[in-house]
């Protein structure tokens, strides 16, 4: 097979018949053998009833359902575990990815070896302060963080290797920022073509301004995991060790200065007393504790195992 297209989708009943068809002209035209591959994130509208539909009528068309809304990550992380074809394409279902790019994707990951092509919507019709904006910013932060020079981690439509989907794990809310997951397990031709945006034509948009905050969080939780994510200890283990000395120093010199003085006949005060007692064992206390949680750190790395983190309702 040549292609899988992965189509992750919530309340999109309105677009899917035009995606398919459009999707079917050009597979046809270039005499591409593909599947489609539709993920229901807990649809409350007729999105499942007309995915069945078209899995009985188009042998191409494959459907999961998921019992409840679990987000993009995890329905494209259901996906890919489907996906059989040489390149993996996801796309959104809103019909403002453009299925005549999927010949060019195709071409630049079969022909010039690339592992993964990122779209770059250059061109947006989205909202220019409550989404465009935002999204140069989370780009712009997500280049100087990962070393990768694409200008739209989040775009929907990408191309892939099919190894690559296979050996990458995205979870939480990690699909803004599959480049970088893809880098980070080892695969180097990473690139982005120019692709088309075209204006939502049904419905509007699910994302609400917590993906910004979200957005963030992730990105600061990609680069911690790039950097210490392999060795935590190295990460908490020295912030520990650090706190832990310092808090023992200051215990010491607080001893030695009561010493001192008892011995000297000079006027002191109770250690309990002294404000630095309380920052000495303040700090041994964080010391132990940031070394511990390095520790377990190491101990979860060592006995993790992947398990699936969505329910599916129904499968076609």
């Known amino acids: 097979m040549d292609i899988s297209i992965i189509i992750p989708l919530l309340n999109e009943s309105e677009s899917l018949l035009e995606l398919q068809s459009w999707i079917n002209s050009v597979m046809e035209k270039h005499g591409f053998k593909h599947e489609i591959i539709f993920i229901n994130d807990g649809s409350t509208d007729d999105s ?26 995890q329905a494209l992380h ?31 990951i079969t022909e010039e070896n690339y592992d993964l092509i990122s779209g770059w919507k250059k061109k947006r019709y989205d909202s220019i302060i409550f989404k465009n904006l935002p999204s140069k910013i989370f780009n712009k932060a997500a280049r100087w963080t990962s070393g990768l020079k694409l200008h739209d981690f989040n775009c929907g439509l990408k191309a892939y290797k099919l190894q690559v989907v296979k050996h990458i794990n995205v ?33 509007k948009t699910k994302f609400g301004a917590e993906r910004f905050i979200n957005g963030f969080l992730d990105l600061v939780t990609l680069w911690f995991f790039a950097k210490f994510g392999k060795r935590p200890m190295h990460f908490f283990g020295a912030i520990g060790v650090l706190m832990f000395l310092v808090g023992l120093l200051s215990a010491i010199w607080i001893g030695s200065s009561k010493l001192y003085k008892l011995w000297n006949g000079l006027p002191n005060i109770l250690v309990v007393n002294n404000p630095w007692f309380y920052i000495a064992l303040s700090a041994m206390i964080i010391g132990v504790q940031m070394f511990l949680a390095g520790f377990l750190g190491e101990l979860l790395l060592r006995t993790k195992s992947d398990q699936k983190r969505y329910l599916i309702s129904e499968k076609i």
């Open 78 to 108: 259901a996906g890919f575990i489907e996906a059989k074809g040489r390149v993996v394409i996801t796309m959104d279902a809103d019909l403002q990815d453009n299925p005549e790019e999927i010949p060019e994707l195709y071409k630049l």
């Open 48 to 73: 499942w009833e007309i995915i069945k539909q078209l899995h009985s009528e188009f042998n191409s068309v494959k459907g999961i359902n998921f019992n409840k809304n679990y987000g993009k990550s």
């Open 171 to 203: 979870n939480g809310e990690m699909h803004r920022y599959i480049p970088v997951l893809a880098k980070q397990a080892g695969f180097s031709r990473i690139s982005e073509k120019i692709v088309q945006h075209q204006a939502r034509k049904y419905g």
